[in-house]
């Protein structure tokens, strides 16, 4: 099965040192703090260096058929074009929050497989996905682009359906444990 994070992983062992990539001072906390192997297992669009713990200011995004190694990205322009679509995080599992973002986005970056600068245009999820990672770079996660309060009740929310699901399993685990006594 198709994981970014394996691509990743597999990209960071074999990648060219000759490449001038720049060292990020935001490192992501929570999503080191999940590990790598919790990464992988999550899957996800894209996922940049510092969420697993490494300096740089790199990532990788795409899906199964098609996948960037972003090196040193910059931001040339956005579109005026605002879009607000649901928005998840291999840093926060579960959440889903709605995040608006420009449609489209060109970016300057170096192509991590063959070396050469790059601008290109990036439209619809694949801008979306470029902006989420870029984000990380600059020590921005998608909580910080919703407000306190809709951020607090999708937590909650959160937290009720894990209460609920650990009653269920609860209720399960007692009526296995009487089903075996009998």
């Not at 040192?17 to 999503?31: C, Q």
């Not at 245009?121 to 919703?146: P, S």
């Not at 951020?151 to 699901?165: G, N, S, T, V, Y």
Request: net charge neutral; proline share 4%; hydrophobic share 40%.
């Amino acid at each position: 099965e198709y994981r970014i994070t394996n691509i990743v992983q597999d990209w960071f062992e074999n990648v060219n040192p000759e490449l001038p990539i720049i060292f990020t001072a935001h490192a992501s906390v929570e999503g080191a703090s999940y590990g790598g192997e919790r990464m992988v297992m999550l899957g996800g669009l894209g996922i940049a260096a510092n969420q697993l713990g490494l300096p740089y200011r790199v990532f990788v995004m795409g899906s199964e058929h098609e996948h960037y190694y972003i090196v040193n990205p910059k931001v040339i322009g956005v579109s005026d074009d605002i879009v607000a679509m649901p928005e998840g995080c291999l840093s926060y599992p579960q959440l889903v929050l709605n995040i608006k973002r420009p449609s489209e986005v060109v970016a300057d970056y170096i192509d991590g497989e063959t070396g050469e600068r790059k601008v290109v245009k990036f439209g619809g999820l694949q801008a979306r996905v470029f902006l989420h990672e870029y984000d990380h770079m600059e020590g921005i996660v998608f909580t910080q682009r919703v407000s306190r309060f809709t951020l607090k009740w999708e937590l909650d929310k959160i937290e009720k359906q894990r209460i609920k699901f650990e009653k269920l399993y609860s209720r399960y685990q007692r009526a296995k444990a009487n089903g075996k006594k009998s």
